[in-house]
């Protein structure tokens, strides 16, 4: 497991030109086991950024310093030099990178008609190490059935940085393979990492991926075109996503989607979390709580709170 | 009987090297064909499927665009930038100085947004276009021209030496 992190953290250096990446390189495998991600910013030090904070890569700051010729390099790279390609993604601020890497990128924003358009002048950028943990979902999967064997809806709860993602996607993959058809609607690219339509990540063998697709737009598509039994979306973080869902748990199909909540309780406080209550769309909730440095996933029945549903 | 050889093989010399310019001018007539057709095919292949640039490299253009897709491509994984393999791409093309003068400074171009990026293809296929239509319209009169310059330098050369 160590090895294959290391392994990881020097695929994600091979995408720094190549005096960053030698310095990255140098970095002790202590740390890149622990790397989460890589950051680059105009005329600072590479770091790597790990739960402890972010270290520069060298002891000697200058021989570190990243140059906005560095940055250029690094997204033209990332782009297969076809910014164009990517102008969606990039418009977002984050890029998919082949071997199930995210490059975020921050820059000078481009606004047409009060909208964003683009991002030029590239400025910060942040390389992160997705890390899959095949398996972990293996344990919660079966506790959200019920009696006849039917996927019951759920919610993923922690707050960031909890590894509702990584469940998410091991959930993904384990109802896959369980022999569900799971419809997978990545608006961030953070589920699959799909390059050139290839998911990056094992999803399992049933699953199909609507790339870079925003939830209300994407699941209806999903829903007409490859009528699935099961559809999974990153972070519920609007109204529009919370419509999104109710629509979507009219149509009879299952949801499996993530939300930044503590616990069930705090669901119940927020107005937003209340109105997803009220739709009883969701049935389940595994809730991540980290214990002594480890998580622990604890599955919970959501209560409903009786408010009326969005329209 | 032996001058006679040697006036006929200065003859022949002075054919042959007509022949090679005039080679040499119809290879640089199919590689602004092709290559205009090629940058076409890319600048639609980009609107319809904003197609990245390794993947549009790839294609099968024939013989004599094939070599300069190849050779941007090779220079791109040696990690040089876009607008460096492109230049350096277009300075091993077989076509006059000022065509690929003209062409080389489209590369910083294919780096931008879409379309940037499509308008310097576009670009690119119309000088071919254009240079090609030019060198057809001069053909008739260079390949006179031509014939007229190597055989008379092959028959001065005959009757100096002779």
Not at chain 1, 214 to 237: C, F, H, N, T, W
Not at chain 1, 256 to 282: G, N, Q, S
Request: proline letters at 5%; a neutral charge.
């Amino acid at each position: 497991m160590e090895q294959d992190r290391v392994r990881r953290f020097e695929q994600a250096a091979e995408l720094l030109p190549p005096r960053l990446r030698r310095l990255a390189m140098e970095t002790p495998d202590e740390r890149k086991e622990r790397a989460e991600e890589l950051r680059l910013r105009v005329n600072a030090p590479l770091t790597v950024v790990t739960a402890e904070g972010e270290h520069p890569v060298a002891a000697a700051e200058r021989d570190a310093l990243v140059t906005r010729d560095d940055v250029e390099r690094v997204v033209a790279g990332v782009t297969e030099y076809s910014r164009y390609a990517s102008a969606e993604s990039l418009r977002r601020g984050f890029l998919p990178v082949r071997g199930g890497f995210r490059l975020g990128v921050c820059g000078t924003v481009v606004l047409r008609d009060g909208a964003v358009c683009s991002l030029k002048d590239y400025s910060s950028l942040a390389l992160r190490i997705v890390r899959e943990r095949v398996g972990v979902g293996e344990a919660v999967a079966p506790e959200l059935f019920d009696g006849e064997g039917r996927f019951r809806s759920t919610l993923i709860l922690s707050p960031p940085g909890g590894g509702k993602t990584t469940l998410l996607r091991d959930l993904i993959r384990c109802l896959s393979d369980g022999g569900l058809r799971v419809a997978v609607v990545d608006e961030r690219s953070e589920l699959a990492v799909s390059v050139d339509g290839c998911p990056q990540t094992e999803l399992g063998a049933r699953t199909d991926v609507l790339d870079g697709c925003p939830k209300a737009l994407g699941v209806p598509m999903v829903l007409r075109a490859m009528s699935p039994q099961v559809i999974a979306v990153d972070e519920i973080a609007c109204g529009a996503d919370v419509d999104t869902m109710c629509a979507a748990a009219n149509c009879g199909v299952a949801l499996l989607a993530t939300i930044h909540a503590r616990d069930v309780p705090e669901l119940t406080r927020k107005p937003l979390w209340r109105a997803l209550l009220a739709a009883e769309v969701f049935e389940r909730a595994v809730v991540i709580a980290i214990e002594g440095g480890a998580r622990r996933y604890r599955v919970e029945d959501v209560p409903c709170s009786g408010e009326p549903a969005r329209s | 009987m032996l001058r006679g050889a040697g006036a006929l093989l200065i003859l022949c010399a002075a054919l042959l090297t007509r022949r090679a310019l005039l080679e040499e001018r119809r290879a640089a007539q199919r590689t602004r064909r092709a290559l205009a057709a090629a940058f076409e095919a890319m600048e639609a292949e980009i609107r319809a499927l904003l197609t990245p640039f390794p993947a549009l490299l790839r294609r099968d253009v024939g013989p004599e665009a094939g070599p300069f897709l190849q050779a941007v491509a090779a220079s791109l994984r040696r990690g040089r930038s876009l607008c460096e393999a492109w230049s350096g791409a277009v300075d091993a093309l077989p076509l006059p100085e000022e065509e690929r003068a003209a062409l080389a400074p489209l590369g910083a171009r294919l780096g931008g947004d879409e379309e940037g990026v499509r308008a310097a293809l576009k670009l690119a296929a119309e000088m071919l276009r254009a240079g090609y239509e030019e060198a057809e319209r001069r053909r008739a009169q260079e390949e006179r021209l031509t014939t007229a310059l190597c055989l008379s330098a092959g028959l001065l050369l005959v009757i100096l030496l002779i």
